[in-house]
């Protein structure tokens, strides 16, 4: 079946510096991947939609200066959260697919800003 | 917009019982996801469905289109099926965007 890795699965950065989170498509072409931000106990938030080529979609209040986004092969998107800070600790975790096909998630990352 | 609904929201059941979780959405859609998530955030997609039921292993998914309506069954559960349950669904002629319920949290006692 289709596969979606996502490095680091965890990362601790001091405040003030840039993580890059990583979501691959293994076996499949992917033009679109998702991005997801998920609060203790709360549910998965789309954050923005990562289109292969082109510039991402970002869902309503989510910074993209803070949060960029490239997608710039068909399999792989990258999440770059700049000048990070305590209240950007979160699980991030990314999904590619369709919903003709189905989604894929990836496993997800936990980043810790200290 | 979609609004998901899931119950219960915490579940704490013996080994071998007979597990639903159920999901509610308000809006047509096009179809629904069921998906685990384990304490260390992986989410494993379970099922895909946009009508009937479908079974995998003790896994049951069932959806009613008119009623908007799903539920997910384990049979035999185990301790292994402790995990956070997620619905998600894709509005009809929307955009490709999953709205999620906010999950069941399933604890099985050994």
């Known amino acids: 079946g289709a596969v979606v890795s996502q490095h680091p699965s965890r990362v601790i950065c001091k405040s003030g510096t840039s993580v890059k989170i990583e979501c691959r498509s293994l076996?499949?072409?992917?033009?679109?991947m998702f991005w997801y931000r998920q609060f203790p106990k709360k549910s998965l938030m789309l954050m923005a939609t990562s289109n292969e080529g082109s510039k991402a979609t970002y869902e309503q209040g989510v910074e993209k200066d803070k949060f960029l986004i490239n997608h710039a092969s068909l399999t792989l998107s990258t999440l770059t959260v700049t000048s990070a800070h305590p209240e950007d600790s979160s699980f991030y975790i990314c999904s590619a697919g369709s919903a003709s096909y189905g989604y894929t998630f990836g496993s997800g990352t936990r980043l810790t800003v200290v | 917009k979609n609004e998901v609904e899931q119950s219960p929201q915490n579940l704490t059941a013996q080994e071998g019982e007979f597990i639903t979780i159920n999901c509610s959405y308000s809006v047509g859609i096009s179809a629904l996801h069921w998906l685990q998530q384990h304490p260390g955030g992986g989410i494993v997609s379970l099922f895909m469905l946009s009508s009937g039921k479908k079974k995998h292993g003790r896994l049951i998914a069932t959806i009613n289109i008119q009623e908007k309506h799903s539920s997910l069954h384990i049979t035999a559960s185990h301790p292994r099926d402790s995990a956070v349950y997620i619905c998600?669904?894709?509005?009809?002629?929307?955009?490709?965007?999953?709205?999620f319920g906010t999950g069941t949290r399933l604890t099985i006692i050994p």
């Open positions: 076996d499949f072409q992917a033009t679109t």
């Open positions: 998600a669904v894709w509005e009809a002629f929307g955009n490709e965007k999953l709205t």
